[in-house]
């Protein structure tokens, strides 16, 4: 079993950046792919960025390609979401997840943060 807790959401204005945290509870971590997910209020979860388990490969949602760039942390049990350039359009509950295959569809994902709220103002 793996615990997800995600950090570092919170008020920013367009233009800004903020920096999300997922860390997890079992040294396993490490050898899953994981990937951060958003939802919007009355929309559903969408795809943000994933992570290959080795942490040297990496995919993004169109939407913030060139603007978030995800990275895993090992010694720490850490993946980080580093977002810039943040537009009212982000605003959404952001979610980390692992998993144990290469994949953009939640279904494949395992385990789930709790979520943490990201809102951008204009």
């Known amino acids: 079993q793996v615990q997800l807790v995600e950090s570092g959401g919170g008020l920013v204005q367009a233009g800004g950046s903020l920096r999300l945290s997922c860390t997890a509870s079992a040294r396993t971590f490490n050898y899953y792919v994981v990937g951060w997910f958003r939802q919007a209020p009355g929309k559903e979860r969408d795809f943000v960025a994933t992570i290959g388990w080795r942490g040297d490969t990496t995919e993004y949602a169109d939407s913030v390609k060139g603007r978030f760039t995800i990275s895993k942390d090992k010694p720490r049990n850490m993946v980080l979401l580093e977002m810039s350039s943040l537009k009212p359009e982000d605003t959404a509950v952001y979610y980390c997840?692992?998993?144990?295959?290469?994949?953009?569809?939640?279904?494949?994902?395992?385990?789930w943060g709790q979520g943490t709220q990201v809102t951008v103002s204009s």
């Open positions: 997840a692992a998993g144990s295959r290469w994949s953009f569809v939640q279904d494949d994902y395992e385990y």
